[in-house]
């Protein structure tokens, strides 16, 4: 650890979130730690910025590392810091986050341990998370129809497609419900989610799917499942246990599809992708709704910390 560097020079365009029992990310090299404070407060834990040669040239790629839940899990899913997190990113240069959830499955053929890559959610949050960076004297709506990135969603469909039939089971779409908690569903509730049309569920896909759009992030999120929530004949209601249980089982797998997800995206032929292109300038424009006599200091402030230049 005494040699780990508090600082990083290179690019680091792509960014890991870790959630419940992916804490970290063995196989790279740990090259620096570092601790971005933003507007929004500081990020759940310090960032680690991590390295392994790339698979094509041989050149080390560095990648981004940042657990939701802080190092120790001390942070419960109502209280991450999702605008830091995403703010504290973005600031070190970061434009594409893949993020991992343990989720309970809503339907019979996502097994435990089978891994979903969605591309809808619902949300269920209760507006208890701050979920937007605009607030206070800017007012800015971007578009959020399809909540994942659909670029960065191809190609995690074809690495998961690509780990099938080694241990890994993939259902490359789905809808998460992205529920408040801590507690879990009421059966009342899992059943009224399978009726909506779940697949998964969790407690953190959003807000971050909405500020990494708003921060003109690629955000996709890969989710495994680790229970089936409190619907099932089974009468195995979804207990921490055995989530932990199941996450820890299966934790090489999750490891072996975002490395490989990883070495996909740090090749040269997806550069514009990892960079989102695609979404530079999209927020300057969903962000100038406000004239410029009803826009506050302080809310420029922040925003212009955020995307500096974007706004007077
Ligand atoms: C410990 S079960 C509930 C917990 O697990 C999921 O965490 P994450 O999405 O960070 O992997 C879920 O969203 C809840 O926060
Ligand atoms: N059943 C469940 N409900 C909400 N979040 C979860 N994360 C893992 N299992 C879950």
């Known amino acids: 650890m005494a040699n780990i560097a508090d600082h990083f020079d290179g690019p ?6 870790g959630g419940t029992g992916l804490q970290s990310l063995p196989g790279f090299t740990h090259v620096a730690t570092v601790k971005p404070s933003t507007p929004w407060g500081a990020p759940s834990a310090p960032i680690s910025i991590l390295q392994h040669p790339s698979p094509s040239t041989g050149k080390p790629i560095s990648i981004a590392f940042l657990s939701r839940h802080g190092l120790h899990h ?24 893949i993020a991992f959830s343990a989720v309970g499955s809503l339907q019979e053929e996502v097994k435990p341990r089978d891994f979903v890559v969605p591309d809808q959610i619902i949300d269920r949050t209760k507006g208890i998370r701050p979920f937007t960076f605009f607030e206070g004297g800017m007012v800015g709506h971007v578009g ?3 909540p994942f990135d659909s670029g960065v969603g191809a190609v995690v469909r074809k690495c998961g497609q690509s780990l099938e039939g080694q ?3 993939l ?7 992205c529920m408040e908690g801590p507690q879990f569903s ?3 509730e899992s059943n009224m989610y399978r009726s909506w049309g779940g697949t998964v569920i969790n407690m953190s896909a959003l807000p971050e799917a909405k500020l990494a759009r708003e921060a003109e992030i690629a955000y996709q999120m890969i989710c495994m499942s680790t229970d089936y929530d409190c619907w099932h004949s089974s009468g195995e209601d979804v207990t921490v246990e055995m989530v932990m249980g199941n996450m820890k089982a299966n934790a090489e797998n999750a490891r072996r599809f975002v490395g490989a997800v990883l070495d996909e995206l740090s090749k040269e032929e997806h550069a514009d992708l990892v ?27 922040k925003l212009n910390w955020l995307f500096p230049g974007y706004f007077q």
């Open 167 to 169: 241990g890994v089971v």
């Open 12 to 17: 680091v365009t792509i960014a890991v979130i």
């Open 74 to 97: 001390e942070i419960a899913p109502h209280e991450v810091p999702v605008r830091a997190n995403i703010a504290a990113l973005r600031s070190i240069g970061v434009r594409t986050i």
């Open 144 to 146: 959020f129809a399809d």
């Open 275 to 301: 960079a989102a292109k695609h979404l530079v300038n999209q927020t300057k424009f969903a962000g100038s709704m406000t004239a410029a006599p009803g826009r506050s200091a302080a809310a420029l402030e």
């Open 186 to 188: 009421t059966r009342a």
């Open 171 to 177: 259902h490359d779409k789905g809808t998460v419900i």
